[in-house]
């Protein structure tokens, strides 16, 4: 595997801090190396069940450390915190990171136990890391012949399924801005509150803040097709809708727009020597969704 995930992630996810851009621009060894890592993590971690000591601790910090570099260089929202605080079920009672209670549990372990969970754990983890690798792949002989065991396990069991979402990286930033004209003529643009779109602003993000609106924007202009919900916001937007308008940055004006419309362009970050903190330029390929259609008031 190359292990180049992280050379666009930084620059290409939703939300991005203002850390990323210096996380961006370190050198290739080092976000392959940080790739490895995180997926060494994912991996091992699984382990971290086991009732053996040290362990949990290990996993625990492993965890608490990659969710911890995730929140600095971008927002997720919720998601990272939750599993920070479902991490802390890997602890021990006796654990050196937990404070101590007044009862102190016995410290003789179970060899049933510790059995049963490697029963339990061993055959999952095979089945994760092979159905991991066969999505991240794609189809290839070795794992056609597999494929009927697996999708049984999976059904059974329910111990893996795709999360696709984020299954593939997205080389390029493609940014959606909304633009309103009051004459028909000239058009400026909305600002979103937390989504990439001034080219000379990094936007922060509060924490376990989740902005659906900006996250969906971000969503479809990776290639969504047939949103119904953006016909609406932008009809919305043509009625004057302080519900809507209130999900954006204020306006300059408070009169009712005559059209809007949508464009799509690619960012990238901004390499220093004049240029700003980003930089953008229509997509190679004219989209036909957010091209040239203008979406009208409706006067009746």
């Not at 004219?286 to 008031?297: A, L, Q």
Request: proline content about 8%; overall charge positive.
């Amino acid at each position: 595997a190359a292990l180049t995930a992280l050379a666009v992630h930084h620059e290409t996810q939703p939300l991005p801090t203002p850390l990323a851009p210096w996380l961006h621009r370190l050198p290739m060894w080092a976000h392959r190396l940080a790739t490895l890592a995180g997926l060494a993590i994912e991996i091992v971690t699984i382990v971290g069940v086991l009732p053996a000591p040290f362990i949990g601790e290990a996993t625990f910090a492993a965890v608490v450390a990659t969710q911890a570099s995730i929140v600095m260089s971008g927002s997720f929202g919720y998601f990272n915190y939750l599993s920070i605080f479902l991490a802390f079920a890997l602890l021990g009672d006796r654990s050196l990171l937990l404070p101590r209670l007044w009862w102190t549990p016995p410290t003789s372990s179970s060899t049933l136990g510790t059995a049963c969970v490697l029963i339990a754990v061993v055959p999952c983890t095979a089945l994760y890391i092979t159905r991991a690798a066969q999505y991240s792949e794609g189809r290839c002989r070795w794992f056609e012949k597999l494929d009927p065991w697996l999708r049984t396990a999976e059904h059974t069991f329910h111990v893996a399924n795709r999360f696709s979402l984020f299954s593939n990286m997205t080389p390029q930033r493609h940014e959606l801005s909304i633009e309103l004209s009051y004459d028909g003529a000239t058009w400026c643009e909305l600002e979103c509150r937390y989504k990439v779109g001034d080219v000379r602003r990094l936007k922060l993000v509060p924490p376990m803040h989740m902005p659906r609106l900006d996250w969906r924007l971000w969503l479809l202009a990776q290639g969504g097709r047939g949103a119904p919900w953006f016909d609406a916001l932008l009809r919305r937007l043509l009625e004057g809708s302080h519900d809507v308008l209130a999900l954006l940055e204020p306006l300059a004006t408070p009169a009712k727009p005559v059209a809007a419309r949508a464009r799509l362009w690619v960012y990238r970050y901004g390499q220093g020597e004049g240029e700003p903190r980003w930089v953008r330029q229509p997509p190679e390929k004219r989209d036909e969704m957010f091209g040239d259609v203008v979406w009208r008031r409706n006067e009746s």
